[in-house]
Nanobody
């Protein structure tokens, strides 16, 4: 069974930074074979994509709303994917989820492509 656990969320002032982590575990599970995406959902809004990194680390994608402020990275040895968020804005406030899809190589920003989801971590940016 695959388990994804997000951490690193919290309350930060506008302009501040946070680094979210998505720790993956499970029998024979390795993020070296899983594409991992970060998504977020604000109250009353649909879940939207933020960033994704391909299973081989060869490509990353970002939503236009976060480009230039967010960097996704992975550490295969730790089975962990990170989301570094800088210059945070109040509109970044949401619950952030990570998701994993086996050998996913197309539509990596589409939430419907992902099989496994974490429980989320709250990010609140105050103005």
């Amino acid at each position: 069974q695959v388990q994804l656990v997000e951490s690193g969320g919290g309350l930060v002032q506008a302009g501040g930074s946070l680094r979210l982590a998505c720790a993956a575990s499970g029998r024979s599970f390795s993020i070296s074979t899983y594409t991992v995406g970060w998504f977020r959902q604000a109250p009353g809004k649909e879940r939207e994509s933020v960033a994704a990194i391909s299973w081989n680390g060869g490509s990353a994608a970002y939503a236009d709303s976060v480009k230039g402020r967010v960097t996704i990275s992975k550490d295969n040895a730790k089975n962990t994917v990170y989301l570094q968020m800088n210059s945070l804005k109040p509109e970044d406030t949401a619950v952030y989820y990570c998701a994993a899809g086996l050998l996913l190589s197309r539509n990596i920003m589409s939430r419907s492509e992902y099989n496994y989801w974490g429980q989320g971590t709250q990010v609140t940016v105050s103005s």
